[in-house]
Nanobody, 123 residues
Framework: QVQLVESGGGLVQAGDSLRLSCAAS????????MGWFRQAPGKEREFVAA????????DYTDTMKGRFTVSRDNGKNTVYLQMNNLKPEDTATYYC????????????????WGQGTQVTVSS
């Protein structure tokens, strides 16, 4: 079992950067592929990015490719989401999640979830 805790969210202005962190408990963390999702009020949860268990493979939704970078440090049991050039439409609660398989952009395939961290981008 893996427990996930996100941090790093906050209120920023358009064009700013943030780095979100997701700290995991449990030695099994390094065997899981990790994903980031986000959910804005009144909208469905959407895929943002994923990184394989080794960190060698990454995946992004097209609209975020080039602005967001996902990475992980298995020695620290942590996965990161670096977000640059933030836009007001990036405002959402951001969640990290763990999956046994790499490549899914569908929330319901992910087994473990954190509680989320709020990102608010003002114009």
């Amino acid at each position: 079992q893996v427990q996930l805790v996100e941090s790093g969210g906050g209120l920023v202005q358009a064009g700013d950067s943030l780095r979100l962190s997701c700290a995991a408990s449990g030695r099994a963390f390094r065997t899981y592929n990790m994903g980031w999702f986000r959910q804005a009020p009144g909208k469905e949860r959407e895929f943002v990015a994923a990184v394989s268990w080794s960190g060698e493979m990454t995946d992004y939704t097209d609209t975020m490719k080039g602005r967001f970078t996902v990475s992980r440090d298995n020695g620290k049991n942590t996965v990161y989401l670096q977000m640059n050039n933030l836009k007001p439409e990036d405002t959402a609660t951001y969640y990290c999640a763990a999956d046994s398989y790499f490549g899914s952009q569908t929330a319901n395939t992910y087994k473990y979830w954190g509680q989320g961290t709020q990102v608010t981008v003002s114009s």
